[in-house]
């Protein structure tokens, strides 16, 4: 299995544009897991999905924020517009069950 | 609400000595706990969990972590530190049964060569 797969591995954008980060988890996994990890946060929650399904997405900063997983093997992570203070490392997670996590190799979003 | 506490946010050792990292949590229920690394540049790999049993576990590289329930407490230990345990390590709970993994705020261990 080649693991929870995320694009693009680096990303730099402009204040304002939009940005899309994807997820591909792994087989199998019916629980997909968004986190945004920083120096002054450490690592947070954003939303979750249980077979294609949001279940919680109350970490979701606010409303520029927006996640989708149209089918079991894609999902995405939307800001729009994209903020400098969005810059981070965003990671992926899929899980058989609710708390074993593989991750993927993370996003790192730069906003400049 | 649930919390996890890692007592130490960096910590620095000379290769070859003994490591104790902590973690309490706060959650009074049945829980289910982790301990995963991040090495510099890459992202979290599980190194030991519990779920139930004996409450001592053995994970991948020589290390090993204590659920002690009355203490709450599921502290990591390795008794020799290699410069290649220089990275971020990260304690989680989540209830059984529950939807929500909750993560500490991590621990970077450095140890010098």
């Known amino acids: 299995d080649a693991g929870v797969i995320q694009s693009p591995r680096h990303e730099v954008t402009e204040m304002g544009q939009e940005v899309t980060l994807r997820c591909k988890p792994i087989?199998?996994?019916?629980?997909l897991f968004w986190y945004r990890q920083t120096m002054m946060r450490g690592l947070e929650l954003l939303i979750y999905?249980?077979?294609?399904?949001?279940?919680?997405d109350s970490g979701m900063p606010e409303d520029r924020f927006s996640a989708k997983m149209p089918n079991a093997s894609f999902s995405t992570l939307k800001i729009q517009p994209s903020e400098p203070r969005d810059s981070a490392v965003y990671f992926c997670?899929?899980?058989?069950?609710?708390?074993?996590?593989?991750f993927g190799s993370g996003t790192r979003l730069t906003v400049v | 609400a649930q919390s996890v506490s890692q007592h130490n946010h960096h910590v620095i050792l000379s290769e070859a000595a003994s490591l104790e990292l902590g973690c309490n949590y706060s959650y009074g229920g049945t829980v289910n706990l982790f301990w995963y690394v991040q090495y510099p540049g890459q992202h979290l790999q599980l190194l030991l969990k519990?779920?139930?049993?004996?409450?001592l576990v053995k994970g991948i590289k020589g290390f090993e972590a204590e659920f002690i329930k009355s203490k709450f407490s599921f502290n990591l230990r390795k008794p020799s530190v290699q410069w290649s345990d220089t990275a971020e390590y990260f304690c989680?709970?989540?209830?059984?049964?529950?939807?929500?993994?909750?993560f500490g705020a991590g621990t970077r261990l450095f140890v010098k060569a």
């Open positions: 999905f249980n077979n294609n399904v949001p279940i919680d």
């Open positions: 087989s199998g996994h019916d629980y």
């Open positions: 997670a899929s899980s058989r069950d609710r708390s074993l996590h593989t």
């Open positions: 519990y779920f139930s049993g004996d409450p």
């Open positions: 989680a709970v989540v209830r059984s049964g529950g939807f929500k993994t909750i």
